[in-house]
């Protein structure tokens, strides 16, 4: 569950003038329900997702999360460079109490990288690091995944692998999305809001929530 109480964020420009990308927010996330919040381009999108893996502080109100709550989709900012993929990992599978062999077996076999597992990532090319922080965002189990605007890396067979993960272990995971992506909402999710000019709305249905996101969305386009 991830649960939002009188939440809100806020930044403060160099000239001292305050913007919120929104406030007095409430409402709660249950495991099983996917969300997707559609959000224009400039908006919020990573704030939020930031906001629900606990990367920044709210400036008010409290956001909870129960369960297992994944970091961002493709964040790579976990990953140390100067750390084999081997070494990554072990750090990963510390830091969220998974069984270090199991995890290995499962990013060997589904990134591909094989004997690459055991170079320092500053060897790694933008796709092969992509392909490992998706396999290594698998292989912790999580059952809540955060996505921030869309489901990219690794090269194109690696992402219809993802897509065919997804898929397979649809019944056990749960989607909190801020995306421009409506494609991605309405294949994913089972409700949807939308976040705008420091505003958060939900909706009773995908539908509603896409035709106000069109409507608003023609500005930034």
């Not at 919120?20 to 249950?30: E, G, L």
């Not at 997702?49 to 964040?75: D, H, K």
């Not at 597992?117 to 790694?124: C, E, G, K, N, S």
């Amino acid at each position: 569950m991830i649960s939002f109480e009188n939440a809100g964020k806020a930044y403060r420009n160099r000239k001292g003038v305050t913007s919120w990308v929104f406030r007095d927010f409430n409402a709660r996330f249950p495991e099983g329900r996917s969300i997707g919040i559609l959000t224009p381009r400039g908006q919020g999108k990573t704030t939020l997702i930031s906001l629900a893996a606990g990367n920044e502080p709210t400036s008010e109100g409290r956001i909870y999360r129960q369960g297992r709550v994944s970091w961002p989709f493709g964040f790579r900012s976990n990953i140390s460079n100067r750390l084999t993929g081997k070494q990554n990992l072990r750090f990963m599978t510390d830091v969220y109490g998974r069984n270090f062999g199991d995890a290995y077996d499962f990013v060997a076999e589904f990134s591909e990288l094989g004997r690459h597992l055991d170079a320092p990532m500053r060897q790694y090319n933008n796709e092969m690091r992509g392909r490992f922080a998706i396999s290594s965002l698998f292989a912790m189990d999580f059952s809540f995944i955060l996505i921030d605007d869309s489901m990219d890396g690794g090269d194109n067979a690696f992402r219809r692998r993802c897509t065919q993960y997804l898929e397979e272990n649809a019944d056990r995971l749960t989607f909190f999305m801020a995306t421009g992506s409506v494609p991605l909402v309405t294949k994913y999710c089972q409700s949807a809001g939308v976040l705008n000019e420091g505003k958060m709305t939900l909706y009773d249905s995908i539908p509603e929530a896409v035709e106000e996101f069109n409507k608003v969305n023609q500005v930034f386009v």
